[in-house]
């Protein structure tokens, strides 16, 4: 009868465990390039993170922005193929045109971060960031794939 509870035990916390996904997408919006000393910690390092090495205001203001921030994983998939992670976005100034970015992976890696930003004057002439899908590939067959509330 112990046994049966030390057993029901361990599969109640390996079922609170839970795996990490395949694809997190992590987003952040720089909207000023003031320093504020009364902004959360974490956002202050990752504002200042964003504008290091920007000398001159023209250089910050190009820095502002989203960045989107993909996080895969495929450690059962590797040596399959090469891994395409691709980023489509519509913006507020395009209206329905969708925008798309890319990155490649070799088909030795299990895991990965790929950065898409839009800053600068894509940002400024385009608008917001309204609508976006993140889709990983793996040999041309789709892993994962993460969407925005508004997307179509």
């Given amino acids: 009868m112990k046994r ?3 057993f029901l035990a361990a599969l109640c916390l390996g079922a609170c465990a ?3 996904g395949t ?3 992590k987003q952040f ?7 504020d000393l009364k902004e959360e910690p974490m956002v202050r390092m990752e504002k200042e993170g964003r504008l290091h090495g920007a000398v001159s205001m023209a250089e910050r203001r190009q820095r502002l922005g989203q960045y989107y921030t993909l996080v895969w994983q495929d450690p ?4 399959q193929g090469p891994v395409e992670v691709v980023f489509d976005y519509q913006q507020g100034a395009t209206g329905s045109q969708v925008k798309r970015m ?3 992976f070799p088909a030795s ?4 971060t790929a950065e898409f930003a839009v ?3 894509d940002y400024f002439n385009g608008g917001r960031v309204l609508a976006w899908q993140a889709t990983v590939l793996r040999d041309g067959r789709e892993l994962a794939s993460r969407r925005s509330f508004l997307w179509k």
């Avoid at 059962?76 to 040596?79: A, F, I, L, N, R």
């Avoid at 890696?109 to 990965?112: I, T």
């Fill in 76 to 79: 059962s998939g590797v040596g």
């Fill in 18 to 20: 839970g795996r990490q």
């Fill in 102 to 104: 890319t990155r490649e």
């Fill in 23 to 25: 694809l997190v997408v």
């Fill in 4 to 6: 049966i509870y030390i």
């Fill in 119 to 121: 800053i600068g004057d």
């Fill in 29 to 35: 919006q720089l909207r000023d390039q003031l320093r």
């Fill in 109 to 112: 890696d299990a895991e990965g």
